[in-house]
T-cell receptor, first 114, second 115 residues
Framework: GQNIDQPTEMTATEGAIVQINCTYQTSGFNGLFWYQQHAGEAPTFLSYNVLDGLEEKGRFSSFLSRSKGYSYLLLKELQMKDSASYLCAVRLAYSGAGSYQLTFGKGTKLSVIP | DAGITQSPRYKITETGRQVTLMCHQTWSHSYMFWYRQDLGHGLRLIYYSAAADITDKGEVPDGYVVSRSKTENFPLTLESATRSQTSVYFC??????????????FGPGTRLTVT
């Protein structure tokens, strides 16, 4: 089966930096996604990695190591509005229509405190 | 531009009843997905569709039926609702392959309670 692990909860201080880790063991790999989900709302896309390395988007960065089955999401200059769940998702290397399926981890609930 | 919408947003139904959750997108995205989200499980794929009249099972399809007669609509039906189907249901869509990550866009969700 597919296994995607993330910490359940994290707490960080406003203005600080936080790193949310994701490890995966899957039968294939065709990209890793990070989504943000505020309580009671829909997930929204944050970042995508398919090659090893760091992708930076403003205050958010995402890193991937395919050989280690590991990714992290780095949030800098934390703001109160960053309090949300962060979902790691892997796209498996199926063929055809199934290639666009995502398998999600259970999410990490981040609380930003003053 | 409404994007992707779901209705109803909240629904309470009784065990054994049939209930249909609607999903509509205005982008002409070819791929659409139904997920359920439960505490302790995260998002799990129920069914997906690559195009009109093409659907396939995901991880947790039992007790659900889908159809897709038009590209923009992807209804999910619970044929005989059970308490274990109490959940938040999200519909999502993604664009035809044209380069890029093909990220999924999610609707606002339907909170379903089965009593």
């Amino acid at each position: 089966g597919q296994n995607i692990d993330q910490p359940t909860e994290m707490t960080a201080t406003e203005g600080a930096i936080v790193q949310i880790n994701c490890t995966y063991q899957t039968s294939g790999f065709n990209g890793l996604f990070w989504y943000q989900q505020h309580a009671g709302e829909a997930p929204t896309f944050l970042s995508y990695n398919v090659l090893d390395g760091l992708e930076e988007k403003g205050r958010f960065s995402s890193f991937l190591s395919r050989s280690k089955g590991y990714s992290y999401l780095l949030l800098k200059e934390l703001q109160m509005k960053d309090s949300a769940s962060y979902l790691c998702a892997v796209r498996l290397a199926y063929s055809g229509a199934g290639s666009y399926q995502l398998t999600f981890g259970k999410g990490t609930k981040l609380s930003v405190i003053p | 531009d409404a994007g992707i919408t779901q209705s109803p947003r909240y629904k309470i139904t009784e065990t054994g009843r049939q209930v249909t959750l609607m999903c509509h997108q205005t982008w002409s995205h070819s791929y659409m997905f139904w997920y359920r989200q439960d505490l302790g499980h995260g998002l799990r794929l129920i069914y997906y569709s690559a195009a009109a009249d093409i659907t396939d099972k995901g991880e947790v399809p039992d007790g659900y039926v889908v159809s897709r007669s038009k590209t923009e609509n992807f209804p999910l039906t619970l044929e005989s609702a059970t308490r274990s189907q109490t959940s938040v249901y999200f519909c999502a869509s993604t664009l035809l392959p044209s380069g890029g990550p093909y990220e999924q866009y999610f609707g606002p969700g339907t909170r379903l309670t089965v009593t």
